[in-house]
């Protein structure tokens, strides 16, 4: 293991320093239905009672009656759909894709892109110190150089939640007849 | 320091798991192994969390002493490292939380365990994320990827030439080449979510711990298990992390 000490531009971490990006919402797509020759979008709207009915199933509230599903097919045939979401956490706002199969089930979830709202990083200059090694030169900016973060307390709970919402969107959907 | 590096992010473990390879000349491949890795990574999930009841670790749980029960080989093997872990921190490591009297379980073979006291109770919460990191390394190493990181939530491992910098959380930069960084906040009182470090194993006192513990070690589930040793005991200059190589800070 080897390990250094890296100057970084203080001025780089803002409010919202951390930005990351994993896959577009394009890419999304196509990784998660690679035999798709189509993707046609679906705007889905429910009445209050869907709503309800939505919430039940989810075990949280629906939260929005405009639901806007990507529904990924071969030769005119539903392969699936695809549904794209926000979750804010603590301090955090996780854009987030779900495949579903036309059986209902979960098939992948991938995370699109994540950003921190808490900043401050560097705080501790003090405790920088306690790193030995040498420092190297070229600052680096948080978000463009640097991806990664260690003693984040990053948690899931909001993705799976809206997971689940997603999972009981698509039923009501289905069973109304809207999506195939 | 600029590199082409493609990632990939999805959840498991409670938290968000991402890969970042060095971008390929054969797109195949890296799609290949971001596969491969992700489903090692489901692999540790699947048997090793405590919220499953289909889990290892809860059907562990819910055994009579003395029964044998088939395990993924993985599970067998965090077992194996967790008690011999246990034994060399003077059981500041322990899985079963100080629930056990002695050992908790037994390895009967690479695919079986044996609960050896009534009352157990294992959370594999402390090294599993270290492990799956581990495994994804292996995997992507495996499909032929010579360079990248997998991140578990901040238990995270570099593998391949040069440096990836790393942002610690309320404290700075570094920059990590070849090895695994974990890191763990004990918040005293303000402690956000459930902390298994903050029981002593020996006595199951419940300890207030104000401070945040990164190791680096050869690999994460290493580095993931020692983070509690250094908390507990309260030294950057435990035995142990000699033993292992493995450097420590506190702050």
Redesign the interface.
């Known amino acids: 293991v080897r390990i250094e000490v890296l100057p970084i531009v203080l001025g780089a971490l803002p409010a919202s320093a951390w930005a990351v990006d994993y896959l577009t919402a394009q890419q999304a797509e196509s990784l998660l239905f690679p035999q798709a020759d189509a993707f046609k979008t679906v705007n889905l709207r429910f009445d209050n009672t869907q709503l309800q009915e939505i919430g039940q199933r989810a075990g949280i509230p629906a939260r929005s009656a405009q639901w806007g599903v990507r529904l990924a097919q071969r030769a005119d045939a539903p392969l699936g759909y695809v549904v794209i979401d926000n979750v804010i956490g603590k301090f955090e706002l996780i854009t987030y894709a779900v495949a579903v199969g036309t059986d209902g089930a979960i098939r992948q979830i991938e995370i699109l892109s994540y950003r921190e709202s808490h900043g401050g990083e560097v705080r501790l200059p003090a405790w920088r110190k306690q790193f030995v090694g040498k420092t190297v030169a070229g600052p680096l900016r948080v978000g463009d150089d640097i991806a990664n973060i260690s003693g984040a307390t990053l948690s899931c709970t909001h993705v799976t939640d809206g997971v689940r919402r997603i999972v009981a969107v698509l039923q009501v959907a289905r069973a109304s007849g809207v999506l195939p | ?2 590199r082409a ?1 493609i ?6 473990l ?3 798991v ?1 890969i ?1 390879l060095a971008e390929d000349d054969d797109p195949a491949r890296s799609a290949h192994a971001f596969t491969r890795a992700f489903a090692a990574i489901e692999r540790v999930h699947t048997a090793m969390s405590a919220q499953l009841p289909t889990s290892d670790v809860a059907r562990f749980n819910r055994a009579r002493e003395g029964a044998v029960f088939a395990c993924d080989p993985w599970t067998v093997r965090v077992l194996q490292l967790a008690a011999r872990l246990r034994r060399a921190s003077g059981g500041l490591f322990d899985v079963a939380l100080g629930t056990a009297r002695a050992s908790a379980y037994g390895m009967v073979d690479p695919r079986h365990v044996i609960k050896l006291d009534r009352k157990a109770q294992i959370d594999l919460g402390g090294i599993a994320k270290g492990y799956a990191v581990d495994r994804a390394v292996a995997t992507l190493r495996c499909c032929g990827i010579k360079r990248g ?1 997998v ?1 578990a ?4 491992r570099a593998f391949g030439p040069g ?23 004990y918040l005293a009182g303000r402690s ?2 459930r902390n298994d470090a903050l029981i002593t194993p020996a006595t199951g006192a419940v300890r207030e711990i104000d401070r ?1 513990i ?1 190791v ?3 690999n994460c589930a290493l580095a993931d298990a020692l983070t509690k040793v250094i908390a507990l005991s309260g030294t950057t200059r435990h035995s142990l992390l000699r033993e292992v ?3 420590a ?1 506190l ?1």
């Open positions: 320091m600029t590096v990632r990939r992010a999805q959840p498991w409670g938290t968000i991402s970042e990181l991140n939530g901040g238990d995270l440096r990836w910098p790393i942002l610690v959380r309320g404290a700075g930069a570094l920059a990590l080449e070849r090895g695994a960084l974990a890191t763990s906040q956000p979510y945040a990164t680096a070690a050869r190589q493995g450097q800070w702050r």
